[in-house]
C-alpha cells in the first residue's frame, strides 16, 4: 500500500498519524514545499520538499501510481494539477462558478479566484468524523451524498465532472489516481465548459473550466 500525503501542516500530519496506525507497512510519502513543515514528521514516512502540485505533475503517470493520494492544503490540487495538464491537451482557463450551480449547492461560499467551496455541514465537523453512509455522524439527520448531488447538477451548456474523495480513516480522505486520470478523459471530451469537483459525502470545491 503506498500513499502520498500532499501537504505536511496540521490536517497533513493527522493524515500520517492515523494511516500510519492503520498501515504500519504502508510506503508513505509526504510532501510540502516548506523544509520546516517536513522536519521531525516521524512515523516512518518518506518527505519531499517541493510543492504539491509541481509534484504530482511530476510524479504521477501510468506507471507511477500511488494506491491513494491524500491532498492535505488548501487549494483545490485535483483541479491545479488538471488545469496544468490541459495546456499541452486541450488549452483552457479557470472561469468563476456560476451563481446557478451555487444555487443548487449546500452552504455555497467562495473564494477570491471564483473556486466555490460547498458543504452539508453549517457547524465545524469534528476531525474524527467516520463519515457515515447515509446520515450526519455529529446531528446523525439523514443526507445525501454530495458528490451524487454535484454529479446531478443541472446547468445548461455545460457538464459536470466528480471527482470523489473516499474516507481512508475517520478524518482522513484520499482519491485514486485512476478518477484524476478518468476525470481529465471527460473533460478533454468536453466541448461545453466544464465544472471539476471534488467531494466526499459532506464537503466539496467546485472549478469551472472553459476552454480557450
Known sequence: MEFW????????RIALERLRKKHP?????????DAKALAGL????????TPGADFLLRELGPDNQP????PAIPVHMAFDWLLARLQTKKPARQAPVP?????????PMWSENGTLYVSQADFLCPDNCPEPKDHCFKTGLPRENLFDMLARMDAPGSIQVV?????????????RPADLFNGE???????LPVHFSTACRCHGVINRIVFI
Do not use: C, Y
Not at 516521524?42 to 520538499?49: D, H, Q, R
Open 67 to 70: 494506491d491513494w493520494i491524500v
Open 5 to 12: 500525503i500532499l501537504g505536511a501542516g496540521k490536517f497533513g
Open 42 to 49: 516521524g512515523f516512518n514516512a518518506e518527505t519531499l520538499v
Open 25 to 33: 507497512d504502508a510506503l508513505i510519502k509526504v510532501v510540502d514545499s
Open 185 to 191: 478523459k471527460q473533460v478533454v471530451a468536453s466541448d
Open 163 to 175: 471527482i470523489r474523495s473516499h474516507q481512508l480513516t475517520p478524518g482522513v480522505g484520499g482519491i
Open 99 to 107: 451563481r446557478e450551480i451555487a444555487d443548487q449547492a449546500p452552504n
